[in-house]
């Protein structure tokens, strides 16, 4: 159980903790050390389809609400396409940080 005011590492067996006012509501976190024990490779891509996404957000319109319009439908479905690719790398450090820890990997 972590203190009140803390988020978890998301790797299973890790105990380290990061300040819950430093991110938004809902964040998960992989530490440092965790990170680490993944693949360097996959985390170059999972940082590259960030940029992407954050690149196509940076030309769109953000909305009131919270979200962007974008300019076409081509835009549209880079974005949703980058973002797809972004969550499914970030499962696979996961995965992979998690079996390191279990020595498994």
Same mark, same amino acid.
């Given at each position: 159980? %972590?203190?009140?005011? @803390? *988020?978890?590492?998301?790797? /299973?067996? =890790?105990? @380290? %903790? !990061?300040?819950?006012?430093?991110?938004?509501?809902? %964040? +998960? *976190? =992989? =530490?440092?050390? =965790?990170?680490?024990?993944? $693949?360097?490779?996959? @985390?170059?891509?999972?940082?590259?389809?960030?940029?992407?996404?954050e690149q196509l957000e940076a030309a769109a319109d953000p909305l009131d609400g919270g979200g962007f319009s974008f300019k076409s439908r081509e835009a549209y479905f880079a974005h949703a396409d980058v /973002?797809?690719?972004?969550?499914?790398?970030? $499962?696979? +450090? +996961?995965?992979?940080?998690?079996? !390191?820890?279990?020595? *498994?990997?």
């Open positions: 159980m %972590t203190k009140p005011g @803390r *988020i978890p590492c998301v790797v /299973l067996s =890790c105990r @380290r %903790t !990061a300040p819950a006012s430093k991110y938004p509501e809902g %964040t +998960i *976190i =992989c =530490c440092g050390k =965790c990170w680490r024990l993944s $693949d360097k490779a996959l @985390r170059v891509r999972w940082r590259s389809s960030r940029r992407e996404r /973002l797809a690719l972004e969550h499914a790398y970030w $499962d696979q +450090i +996961i995965v992979q940080a998690n079996e !390191a820890r279990a020595g *498994i990997g």
